[in-house]
């Protein structure tokens, strides 16, 4: 006995795939990891205005923080502050690619207001680096991406 082709078959064979496509589809949509860039997001989105009023404020001191890699470190400059005032914050090294990466080190300037930080071992890629800090009363804020090839 032979099977006879003919359009309704040929119809229903077609219909049947793209149905089977979508089913699969969906079942590999629903097995896809989600999650946002950051924890928190909507709250860091209604504080956005102050992250303004703080890089203002770092916009406005006396000379720019500068950021240079070294082999193995990360070395954070910061301009010359006025007397009296220690900055008191933290570094945050977000990886967009991954946010289990992403460490956090308190800011600690030396005497020539230099702070060096090990990157030999948080792997090469896109960083950005983010500081917030607070110094005489005022906060700030400083925000670099920065590509560790090393």
Sequence with gaps: ???????????????AIIFLAVIGFY???TNLGTHLVEENYYE???????RIDKQNNTLAMQGKISLRQEP??????FPSLDPGSEPSGSVWF???SDQEKDFTVPLQL???????????KIGK?????KMDWEMG?????????????Q
Excluded: C, H
């Design 1 to 15: 006995m032979t099977m006879k082709f003919n359009w309704g078959t040929g119809i229903f064979i077609v219909l």
């Design 110 to 120: 030396n005497d020539s207001l230099i702070q060096t930080i090990d990157i030999s």
């Design 44 to 50: 860091k989105e209604l504080a956005f205005q102050d």
């Design 72 to 77: 193995g470190t990360l070395v954070i400059q």
């Design 137 to 149: 009363g005022k906060e700030y804020y400083f925000e670099e991406t920065l590509i560790i090839n």
């Design 27 to 29: 079942i590999f949509l």
């Design 94 to 96: 977000y990886r967009p």
């Design 125 to 129: 890629g896109k960083w950005i680096i």
